[in-house]
Every structure is written in C-alpha cells, then in structure tokens.
C-alpha cells in the first residue's frame, strides 16, 4: 500500500453495495487508492461467505479503495478495532477481523480484490443506530458516541497508518481475542469444524488451531468462541 495519500470520500444516498459501486467507479477512472465511498443505505449488502449484511439507514457502511498489502485482512481488522477504541468503544477482535460486544457483532469487513486494476476493495460495514440481527449489537446500545463521518475518515487514516507499520503481526497477536480461546472453526458445506484451542495466527494471518490430532492452519471459516480456556 502506498504511503499517507488524501482520503477522498464519495457520499451516496442508496446503492445495491458499496463494493459494487466502488467497482463501477474504479473502473471507470473515477475512483482509485485513498477513495472512499459511503453509502446511507445499501439494498443488496454482502457479507463473508456470500451472506446478506442488511444494511438499513442509520448504519455505517462503506468501501475502502486500497493498494494491495500481503496482510490486508490483519491490516483492516487492526484499523477498525483501532479507531473503535480511539473514540471508546471497547469492541474485541475475533479472528479475522469481526469486531464484537459482548460476543455480538458490532462490524464487519470484506475484502474483494479487483485483480484487473491491482486494487483491494475493502467493505466495513458498523451498525451505528440499529442491531439488524439478534447475533448483532449497535453502538447506540453500547453507549458509543462517534459520527458516521468521523467514524469513515479516522478507518481510512488507520488503513493508511498501518499498512506502513513494523510488526503488524505481534500487534494484531496482542490484539486478538481469539488466541488461547476453545474454538470452532467452520470451514463451509462438506468440510468437518476443526474444533481446539487458537495457539497463534502465521505471517499471512491464517489461524492456527491445536486439536486433539494435532495442529491446523485455517485460513479462512467461521470462527466462533466457545469459552474462554
Ligand atoms: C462480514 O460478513 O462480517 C462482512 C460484512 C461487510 C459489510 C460491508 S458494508 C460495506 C461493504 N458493502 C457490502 O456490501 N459489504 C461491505
């Protein structure tokens, strides 16, 4: 990723995603590295693993255009879970990078790379005024005092900041709450849960389980934390 560029922030009304309006907009020349576009509403919002991310007004939900870093996903993770608490919401990281309170999901994020411009698309998506889902939380409910705009421009700084940083790895170690956890991880349809305790995340951020067979290296799969060890 490139050094500190300007963040320029693109403002929409309603789209289908802001993944996809990224896309169109990259694509046609308006849009490149340090653009951001930011969406009141999204109609057709995506999550992880082809799920919906409902995506009502009030939310916060927007993609980041960025230059490719071996470790976006620790980088992404890193700069939400980062300026959730610069302005004091104590949200944990779960692996990969899903931000929760109280063990519900507060945000989340999706990377897509757009391989023909040599570009990432990153997605946050933060439910600011409303849970959508029983398994989620708002940051109205959990007392959190930050605007949307003040919310995007200070993600975008983070993105920026930490894809220049030294030992990234060692921080998002320091920062998971995943590590010496019990955990299922679900790798999707036809795959066993690879079930153990999370003893630490490799180079490229891929979690590694010890279970009773031995250790397995999960690069991506539902995490989910079973109790604390
Ligand atoms: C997840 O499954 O946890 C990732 C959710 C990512 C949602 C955001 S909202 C902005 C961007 N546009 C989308 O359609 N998805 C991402």
Redesign the pocket.
């Known amino acids: 990723m490139a050094p500190s560029v300007a963040l320029v922030i693109h403002r929409c009304a309603s789209?289908?995603?802001?993944?996809?309006?990224?896309r169109r907009w990259v694509e046609a020349g308006v849009a490149r590295a340090g653009h951001v576009i930011v969406?009141d509403e999204?109609t057709?919002?995506?999550?992880?693993?082809g799920?919906v991310?409902l995506?009502p007004r009030g939310?916060?939900?927007?993609?980041y255009v960025v230059s490719p870093h071996p470790q976006i996903a620790v980088v992404a993770g890193m700069a939400v879970h980062r300026s959730l608490h610069q302005f004091g919401v104590p949200a944990a990281l779960k692996w990969p990078?899903?931000l929760l309170i109280e063990g519900r999901?507060l945000?989340?994020?999706?990377i897509e790379s757009l391989e023909t411009e040599k570009l990432v698309?990153v997605?946050?998506?933060?439910n600011l005024e409303e849970a959508p889902l029983e398994t989620a939380i708002s940051l109205r409910a959990a007392d959190g005092n930050v605007g949307r705009g003040e919310l995007v421009a200070t993600i975008g700084r983070g993105l920026q900041f930490l894809a220049t940083e030294e030992d990234l790895l060692s921080k998002y170690r320091a920062t998971l709450s995943t590590l010496g956890r019990a955990v299922r991880v679900d790798l999707g349809e036809n795959r066993p849960p690879v079930e153990g305790k999370a003893i630490d995340v490799d180079p490229a951020g891929q979690l590694i389980v010890r279970t009773i067979d031995g250790d397995h290296v999960v690069s991506a799969g539902d995490c989910i934390h079973l109790r604390a060890l």
Do not use: C, F, M, P
């Open positions: 789209v289908s995603s802001t993944q996809d309006e990224a969406a999204q057709e919002g995506r999550g992880r693993h799920r991310w995506s939310g916060l939900y927007a993609t990078n899903d999901k945000a989340g994020i999706l698309l997605g946050v998506g933060v």
